[in-house]
Nanobody, 117 residues
Framework: QVQLVESGGGLVQAGGSLRLSCAAS?????????MGWYRQAPGKQRELVAV???????NSADSVKGRFTISRDNAKNTVYLQMNSLKPEDTAVYYC??????????WGKGTLVTVSS
C-alpha cells in the first residue's frame, strides 16, 4: 500500500517562499508513476497545482506558472513543490498525489499553507 507523507507547510507573508516535500513509500514501482500536488482552499473544490512524470514532464495550473516549481527525486521517491511569490489566494491545504498504472489515486493527509497579506 502506497503511503504519502507531506511536510513543509506553514505560515508565510505574501511574497514569501515555502518548499513542500512528499515522501512516498510502500511500493517498488513508485518511481514509474506520475506524482503531483493538489490544493483545497476553504469552501472550494480540490484543484490541480502541478504534476510531474518520471521523465520530468510537468503540467501545472496557470495560476501558479512562473511562481511554483515541481520536481522529483526518483532515487528518494520524493516530490517537491517550491513555491515563490506566494499570494493570499494560495492559502489552502496542499495534498500530495500519486497516480498508479492501474488508475488508482493515492493521497497524503495534506499540509496547510497560510499566506498572510
Amino acid at each position: 500500500q502506497v503511503q504519502l507523507v507531506e511536510s513543509g507547510g506553514g505560515l508565510v507573508q505574501a511574497g514569501g517562499s515555502l518548499r513542500l516535500s512528499c515522501a512516498a513509500s510502500g511500493s517498488m514501482f513508485i518511481r514509474i508513476n506520475p506524482m503531483g500536488w493538489y490544493r483545497q482552499a476553504p469552501g472550494k473544490q480540490r484543484e490541480l497545482v502541478a504534476v510531474i512524470t518520471t521523465g520530468g514532464s510537468v503540467n501545472s495550473a496557470d495560476s501558479v506558472k512562473g511562481r511554483f516549481t515541481i520536481s522529483r527525486d526518483n532515487a528518494k521517491n520524493t516530490v517537491y513543490l517550491q513555491m515563490n511569490s506566494l499570494k493570499p489566494e494560495d492559502t489552502a491545504v496542499y495534498y500530495c498525489n500519486l497516480h498508479d498504472t492501474y488508475g488508482r489515486d493515492y493521497w497524503g493527509k495534506g499540509t496547510l499553507v497560510t499566506v498572510s497579506s
